[in-house]
């Protein structure tokens, strides 16, 4: 026998942002039940393939109220993410290797191996770039730990 929730998916979601706020009124996550309902909606949204305008309005308001919430109650600590490790993460997330990092960087192809070896510093040039191209924080890459201390002003 189909639970609740397994009709649920089942039905058709409306098409327009107003008929979705009808449904489930966007409003501030409050605790875990909100959370996962939220969650849950956003879910069906993406399984549902081609949104249309009102659907994507409708999906990116509750990303924003979920990001929100997981922010200040599902936070990662990640503090002891060093940026070397934060690096090497990047590059395998995105295929990347040594040579790839260099090239990146617009540094001789030896120069990739000795920044994850740790054994050379990224400049601060080397940082912006890193920070643009990965879509993070700089600061992310400026740590006390790993060999990426503090970058050089070369």
């Known amino acids: 026998m189909p639970t609740i929730k397994d009709r649920k998916a089942r039905t058709k979601l409306p098409r327009t942002f107003s008929a979705l706020v009808r449904q489930m009124p966007p409003r501030a996550i409050g605790d ?14 993406m399984a ?15 990303v924003q109220l979920v990001q929100a919430y997981e922010a200040a109650h599902h936070a990662i600590d ?3 993410v060093g940026g070397l490790t934060a690096l090497e993460h990047l590059l395998s997330e995105n ?37 643009t191209r990965f879509r993070v924080s700089p600061a992310l890459f400026i740590d006390g730990e790993n060999g990426m201390s503090r970058p050089s002003c070369a």
Do not use: C, F, W
């Open 32 to 45: 875990e039940v909100d959370y996962g309902n939220t969650r849950e909606m956003i879910d069906r949204l």
């Open 48 to 62: 549902s393939g081609r949104l249309s305008p009102g659907q994507s309005l409708y999906l990116e308001t509750l």
């Open 78 to 80: 990640t503090s002891a």
């Open 95 to 131: 295929n990347m290797t040594a040579a790839d990092l260099a090239r990146m960087l617009g540094v001789h192809p030896s120069m990739g191996s000795k920044l994850l070896n740790g054994d050379r510093s990224l400049t601060i040039d080397h940082v912006k770039k890193l920070a």
